[in-house]
């Protein structure tokens, strides 16, 4: 049966046109209020899939991102063909063949060598804050900076040998 959004005309038009011109949308409101519902009915209409990921506490970037199957990295070490793509990244690869770059608290080259067999970049950001921060003033600190460079490359390097 299809989904029917009962009072909230305007809402749809205005969700339609955002996305009929390739705009963003966000949609705010207290709980029961028909947000999710107004989004399933959009979905449904343009045959295409709904993921819903709620901003609560339990939220991880392993949830949004995806994670590995623990009894099979025991098994049989991190593998590709081990990782579940989680909600983000399902969604992202239905609508883009664009390389996909990955990143959240990869701070050495294991890290980086894992991300980069599982997507087609590696963003890393926290690493570096954190040695900027920890180093302020630091007479080494562009040595330290380059280090940790080096090692994150080394792991992405080592992949592709």
């Excluded at 819903?52 to 506490?57: C, F, M, N, R």
């Excluded at 980086?112 to 080494?140: Q, Y």
């Amino acid at each position: 049966m299809p989904i029917q959004v009962v009072g909230r005309r305007r809402e749809l038009e205005l969700v339609r046109a955002a996305l009929a011109s390739g705009a963003h949308i966000l949609i705010e409101g207290p709980p029961g209020t028909g947000k999710s519902t107004l989004l399933r009915q959009v979905a449904e209409s343009r045959h295409t899939e709904f993921v819903l990921v709620e901003g609560s506490a339990e939220l991880t970037p392993a949830r949004l991102i995806g994670s590995f199957d623990p009894a099979l990295v025991l098994e049989q070490g991190y593998r590709t063909e081990n990782f579940s793509d989680g909600p983000l990244v399902r969604a992202m690869r239905a609508v883009t063949t664009l390389p996909l770059a990955v990143g959240f608290g990869v701070s050495n080259a294991d890290q980086a060598r894992t991300i980069g067999e599982l997507a087609d970049g590696v963003a890393v950001g926290s690493a570096f804050v954190r040695t900027i921060e920890e180093n302020a003033g630091c007479a080494e600190l562009e040595t330290k900076l380059e280090t940790l460079a080096r090692e994150l490359s080394g792991g992405l390097l080592s992949k592709n040998r």
